[in-house]
Nanobody
């Protein structure tokens, strides 16, 4: 499966963005899909994921309530809605997918075989 991330941009604090992770060459319905981000000088970190077996979504603790993951199977796309953005949300956001990982490894970058290119999100006044 090939992944294409898009939707990043420059926004002011408090504004919103919706990132898209569009897939080709496979159905995302059969993949666990996650978003990760990497800020300058920092390691890549887990943001959110959808566990396909249950449909449950999981978030980095301090992003709960501001970020929401959803999927549109008709468009083979997973979305990350980001509200009330803060300067510390500035990073390159990447989506990833895998069909075989286990739940306990959902937050690990090493668990995902398929990655899209990153999309830059900059939150600045």
């Amino acid at each position: 499966v090939q992944l294409q991330a898009s939707g990043g941009g420059l926004v002011q604090p408090g504004e919103s963005l919706r990132l898209s992770c569009a897939a080709s060459g496979g159905s995302l319905r059969t993949y666990h899909v996650a978003w990760f981000r990497q800020a300058p000088g920092k390691e890549r970190e887990f943001v959110a994921a959808i566990w396909r077996r249950s449909g449950n979504t999981y978030y980095k603790d301090d992003l709960k309530g501001r970020f929401t993951l959803s999927s549109d199977n008709t468009k083979n796309t997973v979305y990350l809605q980001m509200n009330n953005l803060k300067p510390e949300d500035t990073a390159v956001y990447s989506c990833a997918a895998d069909s075989r990982l286990i739940l306990s490894s959902l937050r690990s970058t090493a668990s995902y075989d398929y990655w899209g290119q990153g999309t830059q999100v900059t939150v600045s006044s």
